[in-house]
């Protein structure tokens, strides 16, 4: 098992950054990937970021590319989303998954393991 918990969430005006955090623990995670995606209110939960552990390789939706940048700490074993120039249509709840196996990055399905999530609100 792994567990996942995502802080750093909050309210920030347009423009604004912030730096989410998401701690795993448990199982060795070390050949999987780490993914970020948020939720909207009435919206899927839609792919933002991810990083591959083993080759470093990172993708990012169009909607956050240049903006966003995911990065870990393997000492903390700890995953960041630095998010710059936040926009309204960013508010949402963020969460992060771990994907143990296989498959697309931009999948949801291929996320193992999620976190409780954690709300990020821009404001005009």
């Known amino acids: 098992q792994v567990q996942l918990v995502e802080s750093g969430g909050g309210l920030v005006q347009a423009g604004g950054s912030l730096r989410l955090s998401c701690a795993a623990s448990g199982r060795t995670v070390s050949n999987s990937a780490m993914g970020w995606f948020r939720q909207a209110p009435g919206k899927e939960r839609e792919f933002v970021a991810a990083r591959s552990w083993r080759t470093g390789t990172t993708y990012y939706a169009d909607s956050v590319k240049g903006r966003f940048t995911i990065s870990r700490d393997n000492a903390k074993n700890t995953a960041y989303l630095q998010m710059n120039s936040l926009k309204p249509e960013d508010t949402a709840v963020y969460y992060c998954?771990?994907?143990?196996?296989?498959?697309?990055?931009?999948?949801?399905?291929?996320?193992?393991?999620w976190g409780q999530g954690t709300q990020v609100t821009v404001s005009l």
């Open positions: 998954a771990v994907r143990v196996y296989s498959g697309s990055f931009y999948d949801t399905r291929n996320y193992d393991y």
